[in-house]
């Protein structure tokens, strides 16, 4: 949510400052206007609802993710091609008491955003676990 403010916050103030220099016709409160929807769809709803589309499952074979809102993306990771997993604490997450973990493989890293730090230190671990076995050939 932070990510999306911070690109929709800096647009609402520009768009203001043009809607202050137009003056106060109609077109002024329009721009207004589409600066206020701006705010509360791409800063507010878009992240929350990709919030709640967001699915992860630790599986013994695989990492499925799902997420998106208006395009939904699926990555399956297979533990067999995990490298490393790390749990990442950040600023912002040290506020709200989360943390993520990222998932790294020879083609790039994905991440589990949004754990509670217990949480996200049972999921790297778990991972790593799996990560360890020995292929069976």
Do not use: C, K
């Amino acid at each position: 949510m932070v990510g999306s403010l911070a690109w929709a916050v800096p647009t609402a103030i520009g768009a203001f400052t043009v809607a202050g220099v137009i003056g106060g016709d109609l077109l002024a409160w329009a721009i207004r206007v589409a600066a206020v929807a701006v705010l509360v769809v791409g800063g507010v709803a878009l992240p929350l609802l990709r919030w709640r589309r967001w699915r992860y499952e630790v599986r013994d074979e695989e990492l499925d993710l799902l997420r998106g809102a208006l395009v939904v993306t699926r990555t399956v990771v297979p533990m067999t091609r995990v490298q490393h997993v790390d749990t990442i604490r950040t600023v912002i997450g040290d506020l709200f008491d989360l943390q993520s973990v990222a998932v790294h493989t020879a083609a790039g890293s994905n991440a589990i955003p949004a754990l509670r730090p217990a949480e996200a230190a049972a999921i790297r671990d778990r991972i790593a676990q799996l990560a360890r076995r020995p292929d069976e050939l």
